[in-house]
C-alpha cells in the first residue's frame, strides 16, 4: 500500500513562488505515476501536472510556464515548484499517484489515480 503525504502550502503573494513536496511510501515507488490536481472552493477537482517515471511530463494548459513538476529520488518525493502566483491558484492541492505510466491528455483523469494525499492549502493573496 503506498501512502501519500504533501508538505509545503502556505499563503503568498501574487507574483511569488511555493514548492510543495508529496512523500511517498510503501512499494513500487518509483513504478508509479505521481501527479498534482487541486480543487478551489466550489469548484471540481482540476489536473495541474503529472510525471511519470519513464519521462512523460504533462502539464494543464492554465499553469504550463509557471509550474514544474520534478521527482526527487534521493527523498523519495514528487515536487511542484509554483512560481508567478496568482490569486487564481487558490485551492487545496492534492498529490496523487497510480500504478502504470500516463501519456498526455490521459494523465490528467482523477479516476486514473489511486492513491491520494491529504492535500495541502495554497492561498495567493492580490
Known amino acids: 500500500q503506498v501512502q501519500l503525504v504533501e508538505s509545503g502550502g502556505g499563503l503568498v503573494q501574487a507574483g511569488g513562488s511555493l514548492k510543495l513536496s508529496c512523500a511517498a511510501s510503501g512499494r513500487g515507488y518509483s513504478a508509479y505515476t505521481m501527479a498534482w490536481f487541486r480543487q478551489a472552493p466550489g469548484k471540481e477537482r482540476e489536473f495541474v501536472a503529472a510525471l511519470s517515471w519513464n519521462g512523460n511530463i504533462y502539464y494543464a494548459d492554465s499553469v504550463k510556464g509557471r509550474f514544474t513538476i520534478s521527482r526527487d529520488d534521493a527523498k523519495n518525493t514528487a515536487d511542484l515548484q509554483m512560481n508567478n502566483l496568482k490569486p487564481g491558484d487558490t485551492a487545496v492541492y492534492y498529490c496523487?499517484?497510480?500504478?502504470?505510466?500516463?501519456?498526455?491528455?490521459?494523465?490528467?483523469?482523477?479516476?486514473?489515480?489511486?492513491?491520494w494525499g491529504q492535500g495541502t492549502q495554497v492561498t495567493v493573496s492580490s
Open positions: 496523487a499517484g497510480r500504478d502504470y505510466y500516463c501519456s498526455g491528455y490521459g494523465c490528467s483523469f482523477s479516476n486514473e489515480y489511486k492513491y
